[in-house]
């Protein structure tokens, strides 16, 4: 940056600058006569001195980073560094000269000097750092949805919607844990669409997928809002119980069987096989048992439901209780 006068050298108008709106002009001006206007070229980074101080744009516009990639313009009459001179911090924000750009600079003491000294000057302060922090919590909160927004996205299927394999290695731990610690019942039931690669063959990927999204529709329609629904992987599906004991699992997974075989897949009924349907296993926590073995255990009641015919349920042996 070049010198090219002091404040009362140029022919800046203080009455202009904002943090002088509506104050004691006539002293702030006089504080302000010795301070540095300074000239920075476009692109010219203006750098953070060892000691705070204000940097008012006169002329031009400076960009300021926030380190997080977002940007503000700091326009003629407006300033930034007013925090870093509050608080004796250092300058954390990346400043940069958009066009040229002429600067007044203020060092803190005479920052401290027109607030305690200038009528007016401390109200617009705390105007403007009421402001930014207003901004700033603003673009806190955009942020945080957006984070949780892709935090969902993150953790559901993007074909069925349900829960995916992600979140289903995060939370089922949980629960399993949680069910032990307070000793309530947990129960899972996994359950394979039947002859799904047949169906893929004959109608087509596109109405597979479509015969999917149904399946994944029956089962979020027909469980209580604490249960929860899965893409375990491809056609296998896993819906939890949380505080349900086997029985009521099992009569759960029979309700789905059925609403799974009376699902329409296809709204032309011409077609042949408009329907699909499930084999499904039902297990239900056993003392010690972690969640890998309720999986394992819930996995091998499928197993026998396909091998029994499919389109049918079987639920496991409870463990004895330990
Ligand atoms: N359309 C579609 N097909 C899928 C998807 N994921 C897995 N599949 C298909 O599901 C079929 C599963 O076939 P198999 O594991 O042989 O089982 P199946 O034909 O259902 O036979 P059973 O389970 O024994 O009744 C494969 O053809 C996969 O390509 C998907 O996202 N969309």
């Known amino acids: 940056m070049k010198l090219l006068s002091t404040f009362a050298a ?9 943090l002088l709106r509506d104050a004691d002009i006539a002293r702030a001006g006089a504080l302000l006569a010795p301070c540095p206007v300074m000239l920075a070229a476009p ?14 744009v006169l002329r031009g516009a400076l960009a300021d980073a926030t380190g997080d990639g977002a ?18 911090e250092a300058d954390l924000s990346g400043l940069t000269a958009l066009e040229e750009s002429e600067l007044l600079l203020v060092d803190a003491d005479l920052a401290w000097r027109l607030i305690e000294e200038a ?24 942020r945080q949805k957006l984070g949780e927004f892709y935090r969902q996205l993150s953790l559901n299927d993007g074909l069925t919607g349900l829960y995916n394999r992600a979140w289903l ?34 109608h087509g990927h596109q109405q ?5 999204r149904i399946a994944a529709h029956v089962l979020a329609g027909a469980l209580r809002p604490s249960d929860f629904a899965v893409r375990y992987g491809g056609e296998e599906l896993m819906v939890i119980l949380p505080d349900t004991p086997g029985p009521v699992a099992a009569g759960v997974a029979e309700r789905l069987c059925e609403r799974m075989r009376e699902a329409v897949v296809f709204d032309d009924m011409r077609q042949p096989l408009p329907h699909i349907t499930a084999s499904f296993g039902v297990a ?28 049918r349920v079987v639920v496991a042996a409870q463990a004895a209780p330990a």
């Open 284 to 311: 239900s926590l056993a003392d010690a048992q972690d969640d890998h073995g309720l999986i394992a255990v819930a996995d091998g009641a499928l197993y026998r439901a396909k091998e029994a015919g499919r389109n």
């Open 71 to 88: 940007t503000t313009r700091i326009l003629p009459g407006e300033s930034a560094g007013e925090q870093s001179v509050l608080d004796g």
């Open 119 to 142: 009528d007016g000057v401390a109200r617009n302060l705390l105007r403007l750092l009421s402001f930014r922090i207003r901004a700033a919590s603003m673009q806190l909160r955009r």
């Open 208 to 212: 597979g997928d479509s015969a999917l």
């Open 43 to 56: 692109g010219e980074i203006i750098s953070a001195p060892a000691s705070p101080r204000l940097v008012i």
């Open 169 to 202: 290695n995060d939370v089922l731990p949980r629960l399993v844990s949680s069910a032990h610690a307070t000793r309530a019942p947990l129960s899972l039931v996994m359950l394979d669409i039947d002859h799904f690669k047949k169906f893929n063959d004959r």
């Open 10 to 18: 140029s022919s800046h108008d203080p009455a202009a600058l904002q």
